[in-house]
């Protein structure tokens, strides 16, 4: 199975019309209560959220895998750390 094409996300968050920094602070509260190495789709508006949130959330130590463009919208897919060992 080729792992690089599709990612099948732990969780769904749906954040459009969620004002910046409110949707990062949503989403990195989010990503504590899951698992390390869960995955979470945030989707967010485009213009600030998408040019903020992928940014602030690398700063913080998670590790964003996919933007996508839904038209309309972006689909983020992030991945929270396994903590090293």
């Known amino acids: 199975m080729s792992g690089s094409s599709v990612l099948t996300p732990d969780a769904q968050l749906d954040l459009r019309g969620t004002p910046c920094p409110i949707n990062?602070?949503?989403?990195k509260l989010y990503l504590e209560k899951m698992l390390?190495?869960?995955?979470?789709?945030?989707?967010?508006?485009?213009?600030?959220?998408i040019e903020q949130v992928p940014d602030s959330l690398?700063?913080?130590g998670y590790h964003v895998e996919k933007i996508t463009d839904c038209s309309g919208?972006?689909?983020?897919?992030?991945?929270?750390p396994v903590a090293g060992e």
């Open 24 to 27: 990062f602070v949503r989403t």
């Open 36 to 49: 390390p190495g869960g995955l979470l789709e945030v989707w967010l508006d485009p213009g600030e959220p």
């Open 58 to 60: 690398t700063m913080a």
């Open 73 to 80: 919208y972006f689909s983020l897919f992030v991945r929270h």
